[in-house]
Every structure is written in structure tokens, then in C-alpha cells.
């Protein structure tokens, strides 16, 4: 089974950048879809991308949509998500998540592998 150890976070300022990792291990990568989910300080973990095995399909949430990027390198056994134009409201915890099957999926109990989480603080 894949194992996730995800990277990349900090603390930035408003309408700053940030390019999150998410490196693989074990299992096959290329077999899975990835996506990146967030959980901010007393709300629900939400669906933030998701991406495709071959990486050639990506689904995002509306509330990211034009300002992040997911991306993969199968080569490389890594998912990425760019974060431009950072709000306020993105601070949460990061974490990326696979599953077998369609990547067309936004609920977190559809995917059954899980990375530990990185901080994303975005200050004023």
C-alpha cells in the first residue's frame, strides 16, 4: 500500500505563493488517484483537488478554482499543489490522500490512504 509524507507548508503573506509535495512509497503510485484535502481549526476536512492516475484529469473545488494547481510526476512519485493568490480563508492543514479507482471523488471517506498533514498559515 502507498504511504504519504507531505511537504511544502509555512506561513505566507496574503496573495503570496506556495508549492506543496506529496511523496510516495510503497505500491504502486501510477494505480491511484491523488488529491489534496484541508482542515481549518474547527471545520470539517473539505475536498480541495484531485487529479487522475495518468494525471491528465483534475477536478478542483470552486473555492480554488484559478488559483490552484494539482500536478503529479509519476516518474517521481509525486503529487504537487500550487497555491497562488492565497487567502486568509486557506490557512488550514493540508493533506493528500489516494484511492484506487475514479478521481472524481470530493468526500474524504472515499479515499483510504492518508498523509500526515502540513501547516498552510496565510497572515495579513
Known amino acids: 500500500q502507498v504511504q504519504l509524507v507531505e511537504s511544502g507548508g509555512g506561513l505566507v503573506q496574503a496573495g503570496d505563493s506556495l508549492r506543496l509535495f506529496c511523496a510516495a512509497s510503497g505500491g504502486s503510485f501510477s494505480s491511484v488517484a491523488m488529491a489534496w484535502f484541508r482542515q481549518a481549526p474547527g471545520k470539517e476536512r473539505e475536498f480541495v483537488a484531485s487529479?487522475?492516475?495518468?494525471?491528465?484529469?483534475?477536478y478542483y473545488a470552486d473555492s480554488v478554482k484559478g488559483r490552484f494547481t494539482i500536478s503529479r510526476d509519476n516518474a517521481e512519485n509525486t503529487v504537487y499543489l500550487q497555491l497562488d493568490s492565497l487567502k486568509l480563508e486557506d490557512t488550514a492543514v493540508y493533506y493528500c490522500?489516494?484511492?484506487?479507482?475514479?478521481?472524481?471523488?470530493?468526500?474524504?471517506?472515499?479515499?483510504?490512504?492518508w498523509g500526515q498533514g502540513t501547516q498552510v498559515t496565510v497572515s495579513s
Open positions: 490522500a489516494a484511492k484506487e479507482g475514479t478521481f472524481y471523488s470530493t468526500g474524504p471517506t472515499a479515499y483510504n490512504v
Open positions: 487529479i487522475s492516475r495518468n494525471g491528465y484529469s483534475t
